[in-house]
């Protein structure tokens, strides 16, 4: 069975701080791996990766692929308390997405 | 720009009563639909996905189901409805796969359903 797994399963930080969350999956047919942000309503979608040790980059957020761990890091840098929310992995097999149970992040001022 | 409307946003139901969740994207033709739902601490778990109209999969046996009677539109239903029925129910489109790319999904902003 298809499976991902994130963690830590929530964190708390302090804004300034560095933080990098973790993904991995098990996942037949794998085609790509997505990061979502979800704050009160819809997942918004933040990176897909396909290839390994591409880090793909958007402000203060990265994130790269290693195919042969099965894994991938999601990066905040210098985090501000609007990065406040659950972060999930999914992993696409074919024509499906398979949803980690997200790690939820607090800033504090 | 393509845009995914779901409604309604909340709805309180008592067990045993019919449900109807709608789901509408703009913008895009031919999409990839899904239904999913999401309970508290646990991941999304997908319900029906489909690939085009009157084509609907099903993940999960369950007292659900689901339709897609236009190009872009996807509706969740129930004749009875359970207390586990309880949820987040989201719709999401993206635009077709095929064997070479994957696309991400984009999502609507849910619906909160809560069985009494």
């Known amino acids: 069975e298809d499976k991902v797994v994130q963690s830590p399963l929530s964190l708390v930080v302090h804004e300034g701080d560095t933080v990098t969350l973790n993904c991995s999956y098990e996942?037949?047919?794998?085609?790509?791996l997505l990061w979502y942000k979800q704050e009160k309503k819809a997942p918004t979608f933040l990176f897909m990766l396909?290839?390994?040790?591409i880090e793909k980059k958007s402000g203060r957020l990265s994130s790269i692929l290693d195919k042969k761990e099965l894994s991938s890091i999601l990066n905040i840098t210098a985090t501000q308390t609007g990065d406040s929310a659950i972060y999930l992995c999914?992993?696409?097999?074919?024509?499906?997405?398979?949803f980690g149970t997200g790690t939820r992040l607090l800033v504090s001022p | 720009s393509q845009t995914i409307h779901q409604w309604p946003a909340t709805l309180v139901q008592p067990v045993g009563s019919p449900l109807s969740l709608e789901c509408t994207v703009e913008?895009?033709?031919?999409?990839?639909l899904y239904w999913y739902r999401q309970a508290a601490g646990r991941g999304l778990q997908l319900l029906f996905y489909s690939v085009g109209i009157g084509q609907i999969s099903s993940e999960v046996p369950q007292n659900l189901s689901a339709s897609r009677p236009q190009d872009r539109q996807f509706i969740l239903s129930s004749k009875k409805l359970l207390l586990s029925d309880s949820g987040f129910y989201l719709c999401?489109?993206?635009?077709?796969?095929?064997?070479?790319?994957?696309?991400?999904?984009?999502f609507g902003d849910g619906t909160r359903l809560s069985i009494l």
């Open positions: 999914a992993v696409v097999g074919f024509q499906k997405l398979v």
């Open positions: 913008g895009t033709s031919n999409p990839n």
């Open positions: 999401a489109w993206s635009e077709a796969l095929d064997r070479r790319r994957s696309q991400p999904q984009h």
């Open positions: 396909t290839s390994s040790g």
């Open positions: 996942v037949t047919n794998f085609r790509s």
